[in-house]
């Protein structure tokens, strides 16, 4: 009897291998394809527009497979290819080119399409975010169809792509995947919070699923958000702590229940019980998605009798932040914390690496309490290029910065240099200056500069270190410059934990605001930094030009003086300033007398160039709240919502678009984006949330509240800016405005004039770190092969959010103030 189980058994597990085996589509041929072998840059570098023929013939049908593309299509090379052992297919083409596969089903049915080393995917020309890190953690839901299903998958960071496909093992699944957990503090009660990957292989919306979480003898459960049909997105779950529990590691179970309670699947992992005295990471909700982020700390060992110092150390490309952390011995006089920028490699802590960095600094003196004058900013490699650019951005905020093997400016460490041969180029450039540190270099005479460099890096050469010297030589009183004689990129914990770079550290601290006597202030958008000690920029004459207030305060303290450039509206806080009263403010070549009841004071520039006494900016100018460009409207717990009221393809194409931004901001920004139908949408239920609109007037039910009173509209047919229209079916369109009923949030744009400008539109570059775009932009769907030559419109709305008083770029000539 037991041995005819044992062999039933035996036979039941072949079976299950054999079925596993049968249901795992490998592929055993491709195609590649370079698209380009001049182009230097890779394909999905920091271009707005990248070039590609293929997804070119892909959405208009010119393209059906290599062996049968039309006679428009044969400057493209197709080269049969075979994967290697581990399922890659190894190439050099893939770095400006990509992988074409193919699929043959005899049935219509949902598969997984388990994808890495590829930046996007078009599975039957439908776009879908791809692996472009090569982390073997993209696991898409996809409708096979029956018959032939055309897969193309682009380059990414490597030259290899590998690809299979396989049949769900539940209608929704749990992964392991890129999970994000905190460690368990010994010290410390109460719930953390964890998040995990969720895969819809279904058709239908997932509503009120709960996730279980099982952790010694305590029990979360957690109701998951929304997830969207034929999608994934990361979800929270809650973590008990264990009391008096010591173990250094704990086993988890987490249960996947549906809205009637039946269990769909589990998962088990570990998860790290430490004493709160050692590096360890902590999460938290970010504002920006409501996603669960983590940063990790290393404690100092502190004498309590001291007020610690903060040093907020930032990441290199593709080093976690817990590594970061990890690398400082613990410190008697300061404790350490390292943001993630989203992830390893997130957005080059520019975009909403720099917003992350923000929330986590905010979170990391909530958990120290330090001394406010003594929290410096230091990071090595990506993290010296955060070093340089957070530093010349929020310059009152640090004591002193220290940059490790880091560069400047992304575009120069990645030799990509924009174009900016028309007027339209030149907007785009202008969309990037606040992520330019050498413009607003002289932000760095707030504090000392410590330049640490190996001499013989080769992956950032010393070359970076030695041109910022050579900067800071020109005017800096206050800095210090070191090369590591025989130094690579990384050699060993000393290429950050540095003793003399620590000593310069702590021989600086930030003055009181009242003992900054001479204030000199750059930024070139006030949304992104507005204001330093007792100066705030707060509108600007010429949108994202760079704008400086140069001022200094009399001996006696009764005249503050000075002069701007490109300020439109500036506020001085004359509290904060100890001005005494009755005093006098001489600002660019005009005296305004100021009197004991003024704490603060706004200044406008006049139509006639004359300075007038104004008040704060209303919450529908733009100021410091927001300000654009475009990819501002991308925070502030941002729903998608797409619009369904159209013909049944517009409805798909909107609902692709909005699926495919979701997933492409989870992967890069470990985010949790909610995705809803216009229909869904009530203004109250989601308020002062960032909405991001996909589809027209004609299509989305949203549009009539949200934007009835935007100066861009757009319909079927037609792009309508101010008093002129763009016509076409063929028009994707990307803008900012501000939420009609929020103070904060704002609403973004990504429409089509048809659902051949929708497919145009899918192109969404603005995730990547690098790239800018204006508050506006107009476009032709070929710009997939016409890059910047199809913009038809781009620009910046004035400080009203109208067309009227801003500054556009059209094609074949520039408008300004709507002409």
């Known amino acids: 009897m037991i041995s005819t189980r044992l062999t039933s058994i035996f036979f039941f597990l072949i079976f299950l291998q054999y079925s596993a085996l049968y249901a795992q589509q490998t592929f055993d041929k491709g195609y590649a394809v370079q698209l380009s072998s001049t182009v230097k840059y890779p394909r999905y570098a920091r271009t707005e527009f990248p070039q590609d023929k293929v997804i070119a013939g892909l959405l208009n049908g010119t393209i059906v497979s290599p062996y049968q ?71 898409l839901p996809v409708q096979i169809e029956k018959g032939t299903n055309s897969i193309y998958l682009t380059g990414g960071r490597n030259p290899r792509i590998k690809a299979k496909l396989y049949k769900p093992s539940s209608p929704v699944i749990l992964s392991t995947d890129q999970m994000t957990l905190p460690d368990l503090i010994i010290e410390e009660n109460g719930e953390k919070l964890g998040a995990v990957m969720v895969i819809n292989a279904t058709n239908k919306p997932v509503r009120k699923y709960v996730l279980e979480c099982i952790i010694g003898d305590q029990k979360r459960i957690t109701e998951i958000p929304t997830i969207e049909r034929l999608t994934f997105r990361k979800v929270p779950f809650g973590i008990s702590e264990l009391t008096g529990v010591t173990d250094k590691e704990i086993d988890v179970q987490l249960n996947l229940l549906t809205n009637k309670g039946e269990k769909l699947n589990s998962i088990h992992f570990k998860i790290k019980n430490k004493h709160f005295i050692e590096s360890h990471d902590r999460t938290f909700i970010s504002k920006i998605d409501g996603s669960v982020q983590y940063f990790s700390v290393t404690p100092g060992n502190i004498n309590d009798k001291i007020t610690p110092a903060l040093f907020f150390s930032v990441h290199g490309a593709g080093v976690e932040a817990r590594n970061q952390a990890a690398a400082y011995q613990p410190k008697n006089w300061g404790h350490i914390v390292s943001p993630t920028n989203r992830g390893p490699f997130g957005f080059a802590w520019e975009d909403w690496g720099r917003l992350d960095a923000l929330e986590v600094l905010e979170l990391g003196k909530s958990l120290f309490k330090p001394n406010p004058k003594k929290i410096y900013l230091t990071g090595h490699s990506m993290g010296g290029h955060a070093s340089w650019y957070l530093g010349a951005t929020y310059p009152d905020y640090w004591s002193a910065i220290a940059p490790c093997a880091g560069y400047a400016e992304l575009h120069e460490w990645i030799k990509y240099q924009p174009k900016h041969n028309t007027e339209i180029q030149r907007m785009f450039i202008r969309a990037n200056n606040p992520q330019s540190t050498k413009l607003l270099a002289s932000n760095y005479l707030h504090y000392g500069v410590y330049v640490n460099h190996g001499d013989a890096d080769p992956v950032v050469s010393v070359e970076h270190a030695r041109e910022m010297r050579n900067i800071l030589g020109n005017f800096h009183p206050d800095f210090a410059y070191y090369e590591y004689p025989g130094g690579s990129h990384w050699y060993g914990a000393e290429s950050v934990d540095w003793p003399p770079l620590f000593e310069f550290l702590k021989s600086h601290k930030l003055p009181e605001t009242a003992e900054v006597r001479t204030l000199k ?76 009841s003024k704490t603060e004071i706004y200044l406008k520039l006049a139509e006639s160039g004359k300075w007038i006494v104004s008040e704060p900016a209303g919450k529908n100018e733009k100021s410091p709240h927001r300000s654009g460009n475009f990819k501002d409207a991308f925070r502030h717990n941002m729903v998608f919502v797409y619009g369904t009221s159209g013909s049944k393809e517009e409805n798909q194409w909107n609902y692709y678009k909005a699926r495919f931004d979701a997933e492409s901001f989870s992967y890069r920004g470990n985010g949790s984006i909610e995705i809803i139908p216009d229909k869904q949408f009530h203004p109250d239920e989601y308020k002062d949330r960032g909405i991001i609109i996909y589809g027209n007037a004609d299509n989305n039910k949203a549009w009539n509240f949200l934007l009835n009173s935007s100066p861009v509209q757009v319909k079927n047919g037609e792009v309508k800016i101010g008093d002129k229209s763009i016509y076409g079916d063929d028009l994707g369109c990307y803008f900012i405005q501000p939420r009609p009923d929020s103070d904060i949030a704002s609403v973004g744009v990504v429409a089509g004039s048809g659902i051949e400008g929708m497919k145009g539109a899918h192109a969404n570059q603005y995730f990547v770190a690098g790239s800018a775009f204006p508050d506006l932009t107009v476009f032709r769907k070929n710009i997939f092969e016409k890059e910047y030559d199809a913009v038809e419109c781009t620009g910046f709305f004035g400080n009203d959010w109208s067309v009227e008083k801003g500054e556009f770029a059209w094609k074949g000539s520039v408008a300004k103030k709507g002409k």
């Not at 006679?71 to 090379?77: A, I, V």
């Open 69 to 139: 593309q039309s006679s428009k299509q044969t400057s493209l090379n197709w080269e049969e290819i075979s994967p290697d052992e581990k399922s890659y297919f190894n190439s050099e083409k893939f770095n400006y080119g990509g992988l074409y596969l193919e699929y043959e089903s005899n049935k219509k049915e949902i598969m997984i399409l388990d994808c890495s080393g590829n930046a996007k995917v078009y599975f039957n020309g439908i776009p879908r975010e791809g692996d472009h890190f090569d982390y073997n953690v993209t696991k």
């Open 521 to 596: 202030f750059s930024t070139a958008n006030p949304g992104v930094s507005a204001t330093s000690n007792w100066l705030s920029i707060y509108q600007q004459i010429h949108p994202f030009q760079v704008s400086n207030g140069n001022f200094k305060i009399s001996e006696d303290s009764l005249i503050l003086s000075g002069t701007t450039q490109n300020v439109k509206l500036i506020k001085f806080d004359l509290a904060k300033a100890a001005l005494k009263f009755p005093g006098k403010l001489k600002i660019d070549d005009q005296e305004f007398m100021i009197n004991n």
